[in-house]
């Protein structure tokens, strides 16, 4: 997801916002994300009213456990989007940006809630309950490592990105890729690709025992079954990931929601502004340090 920086508000009128943004008090995620007057003017347009309930929290782990213990699954998903808002909007302000009114905030973040529903549809995840919304990234076992990729489409397939990222059991970046790709037909051609370049990454850094996660439920099945040879459109693309997947010393190969794979989302969406590809090597990728950040609160 990429910020929108605007020009509609005067230099005076910016400097005042950046002045409630810069408050005195301590800067903690809390007062970030809920106590500062910024944020709490996002709060108070959301669809959510969610600074009605009066509750004083210590911290923000206080504050989630209670959204999630008094709000509904829709609430709690408008709840993180907003969050993810107001955090974005902190580090375009902090790095010079302009910021935006908080109802256009809102509306932000009642599009991409709109647009995470229509991809939640489309994901048959094993292991989770209906009524679970959201699930968050997990860190691997000792001594295991966790892959995650993402594919995206950009104008309607005349090119794709490829994202992926490895990370420890401490949730550290091993290795971080964002790539540029070609012209593809469809979501499961580049979810595959994705993959593939994924696993070729991995190959390359030499991790070779690894838990894989893509949010792909199709896919995922596919790669699941380790076949040696595939009669689908794309058959030759899954015959490189299995011919890859042999060649680790162990692997599982598991379906995630988009909300638990949101590392490498971002990476697949930043391609559209790589000519090739970009590699970070035990370094957070400056594209994706806020879903970083999150997973990293989260887990």
Avoid at 109 to 126: G, N
Wanted: proline fraction near 3%; include cysteine; glycine fraction near 6%.
């Amino acid at each position: 997801m990429f910020v929108e920086l605007g020009h509609n508000k005067s230099d005076a009128s910016c400097n005042w916002w950046l002045r409630r943004i810069m408050s005195s008090e301590e800067e903690t995620v809390l007062h970030a994300l809920w106590g500062c007057g910024v944020a709490q003017d996002v709060w108070a347009g959301s669809a959510g009213c969610f600074q009605k309930s009066g509750t004083v929290c210590y911290d923000f782990r206080h504050l989630v456990e209670e959204v999630l213990a008094k709000r509904t699954a829709e609430e709690v998903d408008l709840f993180w989007v907003t969050c993810w808002q107001i955090w974005h909007q902190r580090n375009t302000v902090s790095h010079g940006g302009v910021l935006h009114h908080p109802s256009q905030l809102n509306r932000r973040a009642m599009d991409y809630l709109r647009e995470y529903h229509e991809a939640r549809d489309h994901l048959v995840v094993t292991g989770t309950s209906p009524d679970e919304v959201t699930q968050a990234w997990q860190p691997p076992p000792c001594l295991l490592y966790k892959l995650n990729f993402d594919g995206a489409m950009f104008d309607g397939g005349d090119s794709s990105g490829y994202g992926a990222v490895i990370r420890n059991d401490k949730g550290e970046v091993m290795v971080a890729v964002s790539a540029k790709g070609g012209a593809v037909s469809d979501s499961e051609e580049v979810e595959a690709l994705a993959c593939r370049k994924a696993l070729e990454v991995a190959v390359d850094t030499s991790f070779m025992d690894l838990i894989i996660e893509g949010d792909n439920a199709a896919v995922m099945k596919i790669v699941a079954q380790f076949q040696q040879e595939s009669y689908s459109r794309i058959g030759l693309i899954y015959e490189d990931i299995w011919s890859l997947l042999a060649g680790f010393n162990s692997v599982r190969v598991s379906c995630v929601r988009r909300s638990a794979n949101n590392v490498a989302h971002v990476l697949a969406k930043h391609a559209r502004l790589v000519e090739n590809e970009i590699v970070w090597m035990e370094e957070d990728p400056p594209p994706a340090v806020d879903a970083l950040y999150l997973d990293a609160i989260l887990s």
